[in-house]
């Protein structure tokens, strides 16, 4: 397929540029554009409004609580004054093409004028005040009792903040001292940073124990809504409940949606295959990696794939030469080397055992450990009572990473030797309880 001039990419090119064409846009002020030079202005402001930045104030109260991270070592080293060849290489690193600065000119530019530039453009460069400090607002004043962070468990860490990327998740007591407290670490971190919180993407979520009054006097103060549910959050259900087919049915919509997309007549068998296995078989990956979806939606999915592959229209069907299970064995044992989503499921699942057993000291295998298993390894855990969605899709997978689990031998002291595997697979042990006895046979 490439980029061979095709009536393929001729039609999906069309379809693009109608899909992304505006002809008319609703402004802030809830005005309506539809001139092209009207829309662009629109765009402008929106964005010039968006990216502008406040007025920056006393930086004080985000530095204060940041303890001192840097030894006198380090600190000398950072102190030592910067020379013409450190400078020489940073710029050279840089791609020259990629995006230019304010300026508008890119690194190519002084990349190509150096030698004439380099004198002038070797300044002192200010760090930039990143989210470390409003994460250490916060914890310092968890740790003065003026915010109190939502406890995961009776013996597990307490959640105060969670940053991911763009977005900040604030964990509070629903009372208005608390929500007084966390407003003035918001406007402090703001006159500092200059980063506003924007109010058209925030939203309150009160737990069920917070009482109506505590809800309606917070919500005044802050101009912000009650949101009584988190339906997705990243693309994932906030909440699953009885019903797992109807949580997750929005991923066998995204998957039939891409399908409907695609120009069926365009494509030949292989350029359907290239196209499940880079697109389709990754919708759902992310999602598979912390839930086990409901074999009935797998199946679906499967089915979708399996239509789209073999030609069928909405009044039409074509015949299956052959079974979806043989597609999904490699190319090696005569299949096209498809993924079977409930067995990549579980495998990705796995890999959460996985990754809870090799990094212990993560907030989330601390969370999990407190939770679920405090007095054993991941690896032994049992499934508990009443647990999460979550935790029950993760310990399901368990038995798969044991079966395939092998020590390596240190000192032998955390080495079960009557339980664990410790031997390559070329011995076979059987061992006996509780006599003491250890038979060996050779395969």
Request: proline share 4%; net charge positive.
């Amino acid at each position: 397929m490439g980029d061979r001039n095709t009536r393929y990419f001729h039609a999906c090119v069309g379809a693009k540029k109608r899909r992304n064409h505006v002809g008319m846009i609703i402004d802030e002020r809830g005005q309506q554009w539809d001139n092209s030079d009207d829309v662009e202005k629109a765009f402008i402001d929106y964005y010039t409004g968006l990216f502008t930045r406040g007025a920056v104030g006393d930086l004080s109260p985000c530095i204060q609580p940041i303890g001192s991270r840097v030894t006198e070592a380090m600190n000398l080293d950072l102190l030592r004054s910067f020379t013409m060849e450190e400078i020489d290489v940073a710029l050279f690193q840089m791609s020259p093409l990629k995006a230019p600065g304010p300026d508008g000119l890119n690194a190519c530019f002084f990349q190509s004028n150096w030698s004439t530039l380099r004198e002038e453009v070797c300044s002192v460069i200010l760090d930039i005040l990143n989210e470390e400090a409003l994460s250490a607002m916060i914890s310092h004043a968890n740790e003065e009792g003026s915010l109190t962070g939502v406890p995961t468990s009776k013996k597990g860490p307490a959640l105060s903040h969670l940053f991911f990327a763009d977005d900040s998740l604030l964990f509070c007591r629903s009372t208005l001292a608390q929500w007084n407290s966390l407003t003035s670490i918001l406007q402090a971190y703001e006159g500092a940073s200059g980063q506003k919180m924007n109010s058209n993407k925030t939203a309150l979520f009160f737990s069920r124990n917070s009482s109506d009054v505590d809800k309606e006097q917070i919500r005044r103060l802050a101009g912000i809504p009650i949101n009584q549910r988190y339906d997705t959050y990243l693309g994932l259900p906030a909440l699953v409940g009885r019903s797992r087919t109807r949580a997750f049915k929005s991923i066998k919509e995204r998957v039939w949606k891409c399908l409907q997309d695609w120009k069926l007549n365009f494509l030949s068998q292989a350029g359907k295959e290239i196209l499940l296995k880079a697109v389709i078989q990754a919708i759902p990956t992310y999602c598979m990696s912390i839930f086990k979806l409901p074999k009935v939606l797998c199946l679906e999915i499967n089915s979708l794939m399996m239509k789209f592959f073999w030609g069928h229209k909405e009044k039409e069907n074509k015949i299956h030469w052959m079974s979806w299970s043989k597609m999904s064995l490699s190319k090696a044992q005569g299949g096209l080397g498809f993924r079977d989503i409930v067995s990549f499921n579980k495998a990705l699942l796995a890999k959460q055992i996985w990754r809870l057993w090799k990094y212990p000291d993560s907030l989330i295998a601390k969370i999990m450990k407190a939770k679920y298993y405090p007095e054993c390894s991941v690896l032994d855990a049992p499934c508990g009572k009443k647990p999460s969605f979550a935790w029950r899709s993760i310990q399901n997978s368990s038995d798969l990473v044991n079966e395939g689990l092998i020590w390596r031998v240190g000192n032998g002291q955390s080495i079960r030797i009557w339980q664990d595997k410790w031997v390559k697979s070329q011995l076979h042990i059987e061992c006996s309880l509780p006599q003491v006895l250890l038979t060996l046979t050779l395969l």
